[in-house]
């Protein structure tokens, strides 16, 4: 089994524009392949964020006009415990909207958005990346831009 992690990127789709307007709020340059969404991806499926997490087909994302960014896991998941979470954790719709402010004070709401799962998954397997769980969670540009600089 080898369990990867997905970056979805599309600089026409809306969500990646608002978050790419986040940074520049931020006072950041935005990730020129416009990062969205993330998504953890095992031999057997894909598993993301939302309204709840889920569990998806491999391909789910494949042939859409999309740039599938697709990264080694620094820690092994098993599909096991991503379906453990399935149905069960709640989407952080007040992180997204409120993105922006939440970064500058460092404030973690209710809820968890596609991002924030991969970082409290691998934090819960023992591996460390630059945002602590409950701190202000990381966008999708974050993690892309770590996951290159890993690479």
């Known amino acids: ?3 990867k992690i997905l970056v979805v990127c599309d600089p026409h789709r809306t969500s990646a524009k608002i978050q790419a307007l986040g ?3 931020l006072g950041r ?9 993330c998504a953890w991806m095992t031999d057997e499926a ?3 964020m939302n309204w709840t997490f889920r569990e998806l087909p491999r391909d789910y994302y494949e042939g859409k006009n999309r740039d599938l960014r697709i990264f080694d896991s620094p820690v092994q998941i098993t599909d096991e415990y991503f379906r453990s979470l399935v149905g069960k954790v ?3 719709t007040f992180d997204v909207l409120l ?3 939440f970064q500058l004070v460092g404030l973690n ?3 968890t958005h596609c991002s924030e799962r991969i970082n409290d998954d691998l934090w819960f397997h023992g591996y460390r990346t630059p945002w602590i769980p409950y701190g202000a969670p ?5 993690i892309l831009a770590w996951l290159e600089g890993r690479s």
């Open 23 to 25: 940074a520049r709020l």
């Open 46 to 48: 894909i598993y993301d």
């Open 90 to 92: 709640k989407y952080g």
């Open 138 to 142: 990381p966008s999708p540009a974050d």
């Open 109 to 111: 709401w209710w809820g």
């Open 1 to 3: 089994m080898t369990t």
């Open 99 to 101: 993105y922006p402010i």
């Open 29 to 37: 340059k935005p990730h020129p392949a416009m990062p969205y969404h």
